[in-house]
């Protein structure tokens, strides 16, 4: 059972609409990130949040807009989507020490937001 | 050159059959080593770390060569509930980004 959840898992929109993706996790993780995936692709890192502070943002267009209210919580904004943006959206998270050890970076997946634009 | 490489495959493999997955990867400084498995449709979920020292988990064996800068992951008496594409995960140099091969994609038959 994953310990990360995100909600909603499907979302279809249109263009024009404004959405939210949530993700929350129950960890005591202080780094959290979205990532988007394509079919058959590996996973995109997008945004890096740690201690609640944005700490990587991958060129991501500003229609997509990351919040972190607390260290539990991460949202994802969405506005004016273009229909490419259709993609597995998938929150993460891991503790936030760069010691070198590998425990320090593992990532754990919440089961992700399938998203279609129209 | 991709950060993060990987075979592709798919590698199909009789039940009860061993099978390698290599990878490689380029930025000598990278510090720490995974291995995720994905099914069709489902999130990354970490299947192992890699430790210098090698290690193993039941069926399972990780190997790291930090001089060749090599990943492996062995599979032994391969399930069909086995079958998944299995991510080579690097992280960049002291940092907590994550760089995911493409992945190879395993299927056990029956």
């Known amino acids: 059972d994953t310990e990360v959840t995100q909600t909603p898992k499907h979302l279809v929109m249109g263009m024009t609409n404004k959405k939210s993706l949530k993700c929350e996790q129950h960890?005591?993780?202080?780094?959290m990130y979205w990532y988007k995936q394509k079919a058959k692709k590996p996973p995109e890192l997008m945004f890096v949040?740690?201690?609640?502070?944005?700490?990587i943002n991958e060129s991501v267009p500003s229609r997509f807009s990351p919040e972190c209210p607390n260290s539990s919580l991460l949202n994802l904004h969405l506005h004016a989507l273009q229909p490419e943006d259709s993609a597995l959206y998938l929150c993460a998270s891991s503790q936030d020490r760069t010691s070198g050890a590998a425990s320090d970076n593992e990532q754990f997946f919440g089961p992700g937001t399938r998203l279609t634009v129209l | 050159r991709k950060e993060v490489e990987q075979d592709p495959g798919p590698f199909n493999v009789p039940e009860g059959a061993t099978v390698a997955f290599n990878c490689t990867y380029s930025?000598?400084?990278?510090?720490?080593f995974f291995w995720y498995r994905q099914d069709c449709r489902k999130e990354p979920k970490l299947l192992m770390s890699?430790?210098?020292s090698g290690n193993e988990d039941g069926r399972f064996t990780a190997q790291l060569n930090r001089a060749s800068q090599y990943i492996s992951l062995l599979i032994r008496d391969s399930k069909l509930s086995d079958s998944a594409t299995y991510l080579c995960?690097?992280?960049?140099?002291?940092?907590?980004?994550?760089?995911f091969g493409t992945g190879t994609l395993l299927a056990v038959q029956p």
């Open positions: 930025n000598s400084a990278s510090q720490s």
């Open positions: 995960v690097v992280n960049r140099g002291a940092t907590n980004k994550l760089i």
């Open positions: 960890m005591g993780h202080r780094a």
């Open positions: 890699v430790y210098s």
């Open positions: 949040y740690s201690y609640e502070k944005l700490s």
